[in-house]
């Protein structure tokens, strides 16, 4: 496993933090940011949020973002595999701020959690704040249901992410918040109190996030570090506290963790590897291509893990049929009108030199260019 996970309290547009991103997205390669918008979809300014999240990274990172949307729970089936595509093919997915209970709901739906978790076996970084954080762990806490609603504090199961990448645990950020003043608001907002009663439902132990502050977890170098202004507690049969610019070894990490008393099972990766099906698609090979599909196929009957890498083949298939589906007009027009308005231009100044250099151009490209008494049409010459 070549990856990581970053898992911060709060704070993720904070100028505190955007060296975390910056190392994650670096470490990754990545040249874009995927965007989950599911956690904070049901929000009347989700626009703006998304409008807010896109202008952070372009403006404090200077990398494009890509908004991967699923927010609605009648979502169809196309809709849940072209997100969980999206997630897969990325190299730093973001999620934050909302609501844990809603994007669980969503995501119950579609494979996110193991797509989320191949972006880390392939080198890529995920990237998790506040309510997306919370989904991370074995179980998370429905934070607006028993903060705000009166709900008795109880569990929800979560994405279990983290046992996927030999890390099992629940994760709480916002574990130092104070908002409350007069009562204790810590522990994202259950309390102290609340929390020890639930604790003992749980079979991991609880990985705890301060505000502004992030938890990196490399799996590369084995490690965890800690970046921001506080602190991150692991608290299993033991407790450990992290300062920041601090880090401990993800054996260390996993063993503080445990509440059994033995030492979980690292999982390991995903043996199914799709680069030799994605060069075939680059490559227009239209035989290779279902020679992997069927070979995939083959897999797929007793391997829920072939299934998800099937259905991923399928949607990259359809992504480069809708390409080869449009008008060659519509695809072509733009590139041809350009150089007819430079050709327009080049005889409007008496230099036909060029003028017929970019008419043979396009001829050589099989497109016909006739001169009428309103201008020029154009037309591909073996459909005339």
Not at 100 to 123: H, K, M, N, Q, R
């Amino acid at each position: 496993m070549k990856g990581r996970i970053i898992i911060m309290g709060s704070g993720e547009l904070a100028p505190g933090l955007v060296a975390t991103h910056r190392y994650g997205i670096e470490a990754a390669g990545a040249d874009e940011v995927v965007i989950l918008d599911t956690p904070f979809g049901f929000q009347e300014n989700a626009p703006q949020l998304t409008e807010r999240l896109v202008d952070f990274f372009g403006t404090s990172l200077s990398i494009p973002s890509r908004i991967a949307e699923l927010n609605r729970r009648d979502a169809s089936t196309v809709e849940r595999e072209l997100f969980t595509a999206a997630i897969r093919k990325a190299r730093y997915v973001f999620a934050g701020p909302g609501s844990p209970s809603y994007a669980l709901d969503i995501w119950s739906e579609a494979d996110v959690g193991p797509a989320l978790t191949s972006v880390v076996e392939a080198g890529g970084t995920v990237s998790f704040a506040s309510a997306a954080a919370l989904t991370l762990g074995r179980r998370t806490i429905p934070v607006y249901e028993i903060y705000k609603v009166g709900e008795p504090p109880h569990w929800l199961d979560g994405l279990d992410v983290m046992s996927g990448l030999g890390v099992p645990c629940v994760v709480v950020p916002h574990w130092n918040n104070a908002e409350g003043g007069n009562h204790d608001t810590s522990r994202c907002y259950l309390g102290e109190r609340r929390l020890s009663l639930l604790e003992p439902e749980l079979d991991v132990g609880i990985l705890g996030v301060d505000e502004h502050t992030a938890a990196a977890f490399d799996f590369h170098t084995g490690r965890c570090e800690v970046f921001g202004r506080g602190t991150v507690t692991l608290r299993g049969e033991s407790q450990h506290v992290l300062e920041s610019g601090t880090g401990l070894d993800l054996e260390q990490v996993v063993k503080v963790l445990n509440r059994s008393g033995a030492v979980p099972p690292v999982t390991t990766p995903s043996a199914f590897d799709t680069s030799t099906f994605a060069d075939a698609l680059a490559a227009g090979d239209g035989d290779r291509i279902l020679e992997l599909l069927l070979e995939q196929e083959a897999l797929a009957v007793d391997d829920i893990e072939a299934r998800r890498s099937l259905r991923s083949m399928l949607v990259d298939v359809v992504d480069a049929a809708r390409v080869g589906v449009r008008d060659p007009r519509e695809v072509a027009g733009g590139y041809v009108d350009m150089l007819l308005d430079l050709r327009r231009r080049a005889r409007s100044s008496g230099d036909y030199a060029t003028a017929d250099r970019v008419r043979d151009g396009l001829a050589a490209l099989g497109i016909e260019v006739r001169d009428t008494a309103d201008g020029h049409e154009w037309m591909f010459a073996d459909r005339d």
